[in-house]
């Protein structure tokens, strides 16, 4: 049994190993954005806020098509689809007219989401006593609040700090990705 489970792997790591080209192409791309995004973290923000306004107008155009396509639900529902659809419309495009307006908005939202997190964090780790990794828990929502304030108090300052910290997360896992590939290739052709 232990030879037939032995050849199963093989085969799987000669299949995959096959398409390590593709891991590699990933890599080399992330890494690509990363150095991208190091370089003019600027323009690495109106890009998520011209990705964000976009995401929302099409969001609104498939809601909007959505509530008149559907056959199931009441008038009622096609209604409040069609009245999402219109508004994520609406937001959409304000949003890729006012990048900065976006780009603000989207930094006080995040700074929103991490006090609220860090506290319901901090909160779990006080209340429950017996919780393992209680410590981490509450440094870590210590951690979430602060972080959360600061994106308050200084929103722009945030978010460029945010854009390099994306784009070196970007280049480790660009790296990552091409070592991978790299390694995927090797075990593939010992199998």
Do not use: N
Not at 67 to 96: K, N, P, T
Not at 145 to 174: D, E, N, R
Request: without cysteine; glycine residues 14%; positive net charge.
């Amino acid at each position: 049994m232990a030879v037939g489970t032995r050849r199963d792997a093989a085969d799987i790591m000669t299949r995959v190993g096959r398409h390590w080209g593709w891991l590699l192409a990933f890599g080399i791309i992330t890494l690509a954005i990363g150095v991208a995004a190091l370089v003019w973290p600027g323009r690495t923000l109106i890009v998520v806020a011209v990705l964000f306004g976009a995401q929302l107008i099409v969001t609104g155009i498939f809601r909007f098509v959505a509530a008149f396509g559907a056959d199931e639900g009441s008038g009622g529902q096609r209604v409040l689809m069609a009245l999402l659809g219109v508004l994520s419309l609406i937001v959409g495009l304000y949003a890729v007219r006012h990048l900065l307006v976006t780009l603000l908005a989207l930094a006080l939202l995040l700074g929103i989401f991490w006090v609220a997190s860090g506290a319901v964090e901090l909160f779990t780790a006080l209340s429950h006593r017996g919780t393992p990794g209680r410590g981490w828990t509450a440094l870590m929502g210590i951690l979430s609040v602060f972080a959360g304030v600061i994106v308050l108090a200084y929103p722009g300052i945030s978010l460029v700090v945010l854009a390099v910290v994306l784009s070196v997360w970007l280049l480790v896992f660009g790296i990552m990705e091409i070592g991978l590939a790299f390694r995927i290739r090797g075990l593939a052709h010992r199998a």
